[in-house]
């Protein structure tokens, strides 16, 4: 062990120092804080600390280095899918944030940051657009390899994208859990009953999380009554799983809330408003048991270190059963139900008819994926022609890979032409008889070439589906070598996330980073710090070449 007023002791200090900063989102400005400064004193009075500047500068070297090691790992992806999303900080300034994800070598989902830019002059969708070009260009993404964009329903992205569709075949892809979240909110906005007993939970709710008497006597009444001791949870109005999640633990305290609000110590004359009357915790009730399976559905869906978008096909249609299946006695939910069945229609009407002209890529992931592949959400004619734009784009695919390996060969062969010593004669035969192969040759390989694809197409849609929760991406890895071609297209379509969660989780690290205490925080250090948080594995990647002093330690 090195001593403690060791070179090699204060190099640890400063990079564990730096490691905690970026790990924990603390401002840079706690070095110099006096109670961190006399607690590093205690634990090595040998250790000089450095300056605000100078971890300031170690983290931008560090984020150089991070950058250049994703921008490498970026180049060998086959198909690279984009998250993105607008968030207001505390000084009220416009951050957009973007994630890309693929299928690595191995298989496995990767997700990583690439910017959280500040929109300084406003966030139109013309600019919103122009930000997104530079975030690929920085990292020297090709903007062919970008196969879609998932973003939230706001108008300003949603045009943006619209932009980047046009000028260069992106697709945009709505978050599914958005969508879900607008077919409950609609339902219920546009149900004045249900609308007026959500309300009146959530007043109960609030009175009980402001009221300190109130929650005492909630607490009291649990441990008389041998429940557990559970909160009570406030909703978002804006979020419907929120309020799914607060109507659902209110049902749950429904009796040590009754005993509790029966206390006039509680409930004064002038609030006997406050507790639900019989009719409206039916509602409630049954409202839960209506929309419990749009929460699962948009839990899994929000997961991004795993397959998504392939799975929204079958949930659409699971949940679509489950609506018709369930029976209500309430006569507000029945006319609820109706609503939700309606705005699935609307909403979701792409996933029930496919359309060769705009092939819906959660469609083609669903048929790439092995759980899925049989595509019975579909009617026969609609599956075949998914099956059919598959084989189309595995043969084009294919096309495409004949022709790379052809240049690369022609390459080697014009290379070898020019490094010829001088005086070498070119073979004369070769100039009188032409090229080795003929037109007529080409087709037959070209034609062989697209019957292995079709083979390999049937013999995928014949075999049994995987099991549902069986990992796609595993499976991929164990049958990649036979389905070759297939292979490259999974890769491609199961890498696009089914929302834009991963995007918005960036802001939650970013509110950490901008918040009133750190107001001040150029844009620039926001992103910086958000981008080595969540990047934290780069730093596995980052070879001895990039020029750092600071490699962080885990």
Known sequence: MAPLGSTETAERCTDSILHMIVKDMRPLSMVEDEGFQEMIKVLNPNYCLPSRDCFMEMMEREYEGRKMALRSILQEAAGIALTADVWTSVPTEAYLGVMC???????????????????????????????????????????????????????????????????????????????????????????????????????????????????????????????PHQMLVSDVSACWNSTYLMLARLLELRWPLTAALSDLAVTSKGRRDLDLKPEQWAILEELCQSVEPFDGATVILRGHEYVTLSAIPHLVHSLNKSIQTLSFDTAAVQVFQTQVMEQMGTRWHELSVFHNDFPNKALLAAALDPRFR??????????????????????????????????????????????????????????????????????????????????????YFGDHPAAKREDPLSWWRTNATRFPTLSKLARVFLCIPATSTPAELLFSAAGNVASKLRAGLSAEHVGMQVFLHHNHRLKSHIGTDCVLKVELNT
């Open 101 to 227: 994800h693929f299928v690595g070598e191995d298989w496995s989902m990767q997700s990583y940051s690439l910017s959280t830019t500040l929109l300084e002059d406003g966030h139109t969708a013309e600019l919103i657009a122009e930000w997104l070009e530079s975030v690929v260009a920085v990292f020297d993404i090709s903007p062919d390899k970008i196969n879609a964009v998932v973003h939230d329903n706001s108008a300003n992205v949603v045009a943006a994208v619209q932009i980047l569709s046009d000028k260069h075949g992106w697709t945009s892809v709505r978050c599914a859990g958005h969508t879900l979240n607008q077919v409950v909110e609609c339902a219920t906005s546009n149900n004045q009953t249900i609308s007026m007993c959500v309300a009146a939970a959530r007043g109960l709710v609030h009175h009980f999380r402001v009221s300190e008497l109130a929650s005492c006597k909630l607490k009291d009444k649990q441990r008389k009554m041998g429940t």
């Open 374 to 459: 049989k595509l019975k959400f579909l009617s026969p004619q609609e599956a075949f022609k998914v099956k059919s734009t598959v084989q189309s784009i595995a043969f084009a695919l294919s096309k495409e890979l004949k022709q790379i390996k052809s240049d690369e060969t022609e390459s080697v062969v014009t290379t070898a032409a020019h490094t010829q010593k001088p005086g070498a004669k070119s073979s004369f035969i070769a100039k009188v008889l032409g090229p080795d192969t003929s037109d007529e040759e080409e087709e037959d390989e070209e034609q062989k070439m697209n019957q292995t694809v079709q083979n390999e197409v049937l013999v």
